[in-house]
């Protein structure tokens, strides 16, 4: 089976590393971004698979998402961390009940 190419854009370096490690591990490469505009050159000239972009509806996100999906590339959106000083209009607050002493509650998608 051949390995798979995938672009991480993490702009505020919360998750990029952690995503190249588990990417390598299973055999993949990952190549990791902070910014739009070489993540796109990229995308241009290489082959990828698909692209993970943390989820935003900021003008520089959506025009992203739009130049790679017109290039025939996979978008996944990744959830945003959700921090009472994040700026952002979206976020996730998530919990995990198979754990022990987490709180039940379900995925909530939140607007600010």
């Given amino acids: 089976m051949a390995s ?5 854009v993490d702009r505020t370096r919360s998750c990029g590393l952690e995503l190249r490690d588990i990417v390598v591990k299973s055999g993949d490469t990952a190549h ?9 050159e990229m995308i241009e000239r290489k082959h990828i698979d698909a692209v993970l972009v943390e989820f935003d509806t900021d003008k520089q996100t959506t025009a992203f998402c739009t130049a790679v999906q017109a290039l025939g590339v996979p978008v996944i959106f990744l959830s945003a961390p959700f921090h009472p000083f994040d700026i952002r209009e979206f976020g996730f607050v998530a919990s995990f009940p198979d754990l022990p002493h987490a709180p039940k509650l379900p ?3 939140v607007r600010r």
């Avoid at 798979?4 to 991480?8: A, D, L, Q, W």
């Avoid at 990791?32 to 796109?40: C, G």
Wanted: hydrophobic share 55%; charged share 10%.
């Fill in 32 to 40: 990791i971004f902070s910014r739009f505009s070489p993540a796109l």
């Fill in 4 to 8: 798979k190419s995938f672009v991480v």
């Fill in 107 to 109: 995925v909530q998608y």
